[in-house]
């Protein structure tokens, strides 16, 4: 059984930047990974995603330039980080990981229904 968990998250000031990890644990020999984040009252929308080897990657257009998307080339299973950058009041939301195992694909997924797998969520939170 594979479990996911996010860290990373926490309380800042508006330009400041932040890094959330995802981690997967269990029996698998790769991993894609999509973030996305819920707002306050508001549904939860795809936020980046990156492919199982990190070949691709997609970004919301609301978040494209700040956010980047990253894992190690070189072992299919380290964690995968999401860098945020000059944060902004409107990025505050419970972050998170979704994952789909043993996918060879060179997509990335954008939907909720595209993966399997989901992390309980890191808070983020940015004050004015």
């Known amino acids: 059984q594979v479990q996911l968990v996010e860290s990373g998250g926490g309380l800042v000031q508006a330009g400041d930047s932040l890094r959330l990890s995802c981690a997967a644990s269990?029996?698998?020999?790769?991993?894609?990974v999509g973030w996305f984040r819920q707002a306050p009252g508001k549904e939860r929308e795809f936020v980046s995603g990156?492919?199982?080897?990190?070949?691709?990657?997609?970004?919301a257009d609301s978040v494209k330039g700040r956010f980047t998307i990253s894992r190690e080339h070189a072992n299919a299973k380290s964690p995968v980080y999401l860098q945020i950058d000059s944060l902004k009041p409107e990025d505050t939301a419970v972050y998170y990981c979704?994952?789909?195992?043993?996918?060879?694909?060179?997509?990335?997924?954008?939907?909720?229904?595209?993966?399997?797998?989901w992390g309980q969520g890191t808070q983020v939170t940015v004050s004015s």
């Open positions: 979704a994952a789909r195992f043993n996918y060879y694909s060179d997509a990335v997924g954008q939907a909720q229904s595209n993966y399997v797998h």
């Open positions: 990156i492919n199982w080897n990190g070949g691709s990657k997609s970004y």
């Open positions: 269990g029996s698998f020999n790769i991993w894609a």
